[in-house]
């Protein structure tokens, strides 16, 4: 595919954060928050971005291997942190990075990051191309490099299970 000729977008323009408080229905019998719990937030988190990027529908096509650091307990707040890495055509990776925080102390921890791939829609369902992104800081050049190495790495394994 040709390269986009749509402007492209700042990566802080996708910026996404949300936080909420783990309450006990959200726990296991420890009272950490489940690990499924994390997962809906992460996509939902993530999607926020990819919307805000895109200015389109999105559904989530693929999410990459995920590790619970530390755990988030009842009466923490979950803090998740979404942008935009790097885009390709009609799919773009989105990071999620996610912290606990102590509501007494203001502690915060980081307990899992996760690397989502979004593709953009029409409203009839068909696929739509993506404003390129804008790495700026040093930081987000470095996710857009290695965003092209994860793509190349799942793109082989969707490949080897065809
Ligand atoms: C995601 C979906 C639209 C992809 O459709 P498809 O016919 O496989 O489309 P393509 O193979 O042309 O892929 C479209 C883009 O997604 C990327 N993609 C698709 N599957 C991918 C995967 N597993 N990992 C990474 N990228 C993927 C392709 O590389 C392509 O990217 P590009 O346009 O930027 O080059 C389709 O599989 C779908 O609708 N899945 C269900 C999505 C959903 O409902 N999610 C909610 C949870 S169930």
New binding site residues.
């Given amino acids: 595919m040709p390269p986009s000729s749509l402007p492209g977008r700042p990566v802080h323009f996708s910026h996404a954060e949300m936080t909420e408080v783990v309450l006990p229905n959200d726990a296991n019998p420890l009272g950490n928050i489940l690990g499924g719990k994390v997962m809906h937030l992460v996509d939902v988190c993530g999607a926020i971005a990819a919307h805000r990027h895109s200015q389109s529908y999105v559904?989530?096509?693929?999410v990459d291997h995920m590790d619970f650091l530390n755990p988030v307990r009842v009466g923490e707040l979950i803090v998740l942190k979404a942008s935009v890495n790097r885009v390709?055509?009609?799919?773009m990776e989105v990071g999620v990075k996610v912290f606990s925080e102590n509501v007494l102390t203001g502690e915060r921890l980081h307990t899992s990051s996760a690397y989502l791939?979004f593709?953009a829609l029409d409203e009839y369902g068909g696929?739509k191309e993506i404003p390129p992104v804008l790495p700026e800081t040093e930081a987000e050049q470095r996710r857009y490099q290695q965003a092209g190495e994860r793509?190349a790495a799942?793109?082989a394994f969707?490949r080897s299970r065809s």
Wanted: net charge positive; glycine share 0%; charged share 25%.
């Fill in positions: 559904v989530t096509a693929a390709f055509h009609t799919s791939t593709v696929r793509r799942r793109l969707r």
